[in-house]
């Protein structure tokens, strides 16, 4: 009989450190088969392939000393994610024997993967970096064995709560703070699986087939009371050191974007955070003991702005010497102190949610900052040396040519060393840009699709069926014309990138852009065919809409 113990499985169906194109076509396969109207994902998918194939063939053919020893010498940090690492904490402090995989494992190695399972008689199970239940559902069968039982938690479990009545592979679903729910599994676990129940201020929810159980809210804004993840312990886990570690210091999100489900993750709509003086004991810790880079993963990281001014403080004055990375707003960086005063304090690199560069969308999208804003947080970045990813959302609600155009120009006059196109997306439910005010106000109608990554969307502007090109063509022009550097295809080397080398690596993404003409004209033919697909897809969508809605002319790319 086997003893209890509880194996932590984390990860995505498909990351950036998937490395073997057998592997990500497997997992593919895996995803469409599950998969429902899922030919905007397929556009999407497509758009992204097109550079990073093209970088790869221009990559064998490059001598420029400065681009080979930007992809040669960049860091490889393979950090675990970091609910792994919390999970591993709170097990450890119950006593309740682990293991820990990813879902990468259980494709490259199923081997392992099945003795794991043969061990373990409870899976815990991340749904932080899926998507959708086209990537949920076939990776929880894969998981489930005929006596083990399966949690699933994570970020995505808030979306899914009362819109997915869950699967028989699934016992159990945990939505909320990890920190309060664990205990109580694991009292479940040694009760046999028969008793479960909540946190003090939680519930839990029969169902049929999977029950939920919620884990409450904290009664105050400050998270201190949360427990610190032991990266030594994933350092023994694992067998070796871990320079850089990944970091929380808050839950939910002070402003309400209107395409945002961070502000109602967690169980919760509060914004809660840890003060300056927690994050800098936690950081002066894991500093100690070798981390040499810590990556904040909170949807925004320089609010409140006295803890952020107080933080930055005491890292000088404690002379603590890691480098971070964190998500910004512009506005928090429109004061040139405040982003020197962030570098000297060993900020390195920020990602900021730029989306848009005319004002309209903005508006639309309740960014509340300005295209002002924008440019002076991006020209402040470059004066002061910290390295500015910013994203872009193409196709929200609003968006024309001229917008998008708009965008281009913005990006021309202010550029950021780094950018990421992101296409407008509807998968969230519950967000902002979905209430009955805002599809009636942007004549939005969205197909309400929990296996599609990329639900068919349309609204008076622009329509699915024609963003994806967009997306193309704006990717195409920044590239070509030296603007800016795609993040997707220089992902690997960002924490080393200096900006001595900028003028080689934007000549680099040039010559990726134009020089592999047959690389153009596949995608060419394939996104001709996807398109055909998908325009057949929408239009189908848009016929069973009690209020069509008139479709863009597809723009060619």
């Not at 005010?437 to 929990?450: E, Q, T, V």
Request: proline share 5%; glycine share 6%.
């Amino acid at each position: 009989m086997r003893t209890d113990r509880v194996l932590i499985v984390t990860g995505g169906l498909i990351t950036a450190k998937d490395r073997s194109l057998f592997q990500i076509v497997k997992k593919q396969i895996t995803q469409w088969k599950a998969a429902d109207a899922a030919w905007l994902d397929a556009k999407v998918k497509a758009v992204a392939l097109e550079p990073l194939l093209a970088g790869q063939l221009e990559k064998r053919r490059t001598r420029d000393p400065e681009v080979r020893g930007y992809f040669d010498n960049h860091e490889n940090f393979e950090t675990p994610e970091l609910t792994e690492v919390i999970l591993a904490t709170l097990l450890e402090n119950e006593g309740m024997p682990y293991e820990v995989t990813t879902y990468g494992e259980l494709f490259s190695n199923p081997n392992q993967a099945k003795k794991q399972l043969e061990r373990c008689n409870c899976v815990f199970a991340s749904s932080t970096l899926l998507r959708d239940l086209s990537e949920v559902e076939p990776l929880m069968r894969m998981l489930k064995r005929p006596d083990n039982h399966i949690v699933l938690g994570g970020a995505l479990t808030g979306a899914l709560s009362g819109k997915w009545e869950g699967m028989p592979e699934v016992e159990l679903v945990a939505v909320g703070y990890g920190e309060w729910l664990v205990p109580c599994l694991v009292r479940w676990i040694r009760s046999g699986f028969r008793a479960l129940q909540p946190p003090e201020r939680g519930r839990v929810l029969e169902g049929s087939p999977t029950r939920w159980i919620h884990s409450g809210s904290p009664d105050s804004l400050d998270l201190d009371f949360l427990t610190r993840p032991d990266w030594q312990l994933a350092e023994r886990v694992h067998g070796r050191k871990f320079r850089m570690v990944h970091y929380e210091s808050v839950r939910g999100c002070p402003y309400r974007c209107s395409f945002c489900n961070y502000p109602y993750l967690f169980d919760d709509t509060r914004f809660r955070y840890k003060s300056a003086e927690r994050i800098a004991a936690d950081w002066q810790h894991y500093a100690a003991h070798g981390a040499e880079y810590i990556t904040c993963l909170d949807s925004l990281f320089t609010m409140p702005r006295k803890r952020l001014v107080r933080l930055c403080e005491l890292l000088i004055e404690r002379k603590v010497g890691v480098k971070w990375i964190c998500y910004a707003r512009t506005s928090d960086l429109v004061k040139l102190e405040i982003a020197e005063l962030m570098r000297a304090a060993g900020c390195i690199q920020v990602q900021i949610g730029l989306e848009s560069a005319d004002p309209q969308i903005l508006q639309n999208m309740v960014k509340k900052c300005t295209v002002e804003d924008n440019a002076r947080g991006i020209e402040n970045c470059r004066k002061v040396g910290i390295t500015s990813l910013v994203s872009l959302i193409v196709g929200f609600p609003g968006e024309t040519e001229e917008t998008l155009e708009r965008t281009y120009q913005f990006m021309q006059n202010h550029p950021p060393d780094f950018f990421f196109l992101a296409t407008f997306s509807t998968r969230v439910p519950g967000v902002p840009v979905l209430n009955e005010r805002n599809r009636r106000r942007f004549g939005l109608i969205s197909s309400d699709n929990a296996y599609a990554v990329s639900p068919y969307w349309v609204h008076d502007t622009m329509s699915c069926a024609d963003v994806g090109n967009h997306v193309r063509r704006l990717q195409r022009r920044l590239m070509e014309n030296q603007v800016s550097l795609d993040a997707a295809l220089f992902y690997d080397g960002i924490l080393s990138f200096r900006p001595e080398q900028r003028a080689a690596l934007l000549e680099f993404q040039q010559k990726v852009a134009q020089r592999h003409r047959w690389v153009r004209r596949g995608f060419d033919k394939l996104h001709a065919w996807i398109d055909r697909k998908l325009g057949e897809d929408v239009q189908r969508f848009v016929s069973d809409n009690p209020r069509p809605l008139p479709l863009v002319p597809a723009l060619s790319a």
